[in-house]
């Protein structure tokens, strides 16, 4: 059973746009959530995080927004840039447990 | 810094085959894993070690097995290579159970035929 869902394979935006890439789960215990980014033949590398006691997280140009009702989070990248281009993988955890949860990832491809 | 270090970076085995895929990090934490990335899948979870010593199944487990070794190195192995197991394999560590952020390896693939 995929408890992480990413229905999106891939998105493709204009340089200097908002990028959206969303995310849902179905495991009510998951408490913890991330976003990761992966190039081509590398590992992912971790990207952003946000704890279900929040709504919200930024970094820079990167936000993450949960919904804990819907079970839905979203990835928000302004402005894209063409560097941004890459495989966004969302993932989940419940407290202190090691079994973290991972989507298929959306393909993300910024336009010049 | 290296990291998380992965080897062999590919390799192809004819099914039967047993092979151990190595896993090295040199930032002293504490946790190891070992998932694997199929198209469509996302990265499913194999075995883990929550720390030296301990050794966990994870959602796929089948088919493999894990050494901790030491704190640094965590090696998965299969016994019999079968073509379902043609993936690319990831390990990735975490300093401590509530830092939730993993550190990956560059990844090995693995052709099974």
């Known amino acids: 059973d995929q408890q992480v869902k990413q229905n999106s394979p891939s998105l493709s935006v204009q340089e200097g746009r908002i990028s959206i890439l969303n995310c849902d789960y179905t495991?009510?215990?998951?408490?913890?959530f991330l976003w990761y980014k992966k190039y081509p033949a590398e590992g992912p590398t971790f990207l952003i995080s946000?704890?279900?006691?929040?709504d919200k997280n930024e970094d820079g140009r990167f936000t993450v927004f949960l919904n804990k009702s819907a079970k839905h989070l979203s990835l928000h990248i302004v402005p894209s840039q063409p560097g941004d281009s890459a495989v966004y993988f969302c993932?989940?955890?419940?407290?202190?447990?090691?079994?973290?949860?991972f989507g298929a990832g959306t393909r993300l491809t910024v336009k010049p | 810094n290296a990291g998380v270090t992965q080897t062999p970076k590919f390799q192809v085995l004819k099914t039967g085959q047993s092979m151990t895929l190595q896993c090295a990090q040199d930032?002293?934490?504490?946790?190891m894993y070992w998932y694997r990335q199929d198209p469509g899948m996302g990265l499913r979870l194999i075995y883990y070690?929550?720390?030296?010593?301990?050794?966990d199944k994870g959602e796929v487990p089948n088919g493999y097995n894990v050494s901790r070794l030491n704190k640094r190195e965590f090696s998965l192995r299969l016994e019999s290579a079968a073509p379902s197991q043609t993936s690319v394999y990831f390990c990735?560590?975490?300093?401590?159970?509530?830092?939730?952020?993993?550190?990956f390896g560059s990844g090995t693939r693995l052709t099974v035929v």
């Open positions: 990735a560590s975490r300093a401590h159970p509530t830092n939730y952020g993993y550190t």
């Open positions: 495991n009510s215990m998951f408490d913890y």
């Open positions: 946000i704890s279900s006691i929040k």
């Open positions: 993932a989940a955890s419940a407290a202190d447990n090691n079994d973290m949860r």
């Open positions: 930032m002293n934490h504490n946790s």
């Open positions: 070690s929550a720390s030296e010593g301990t050794t």
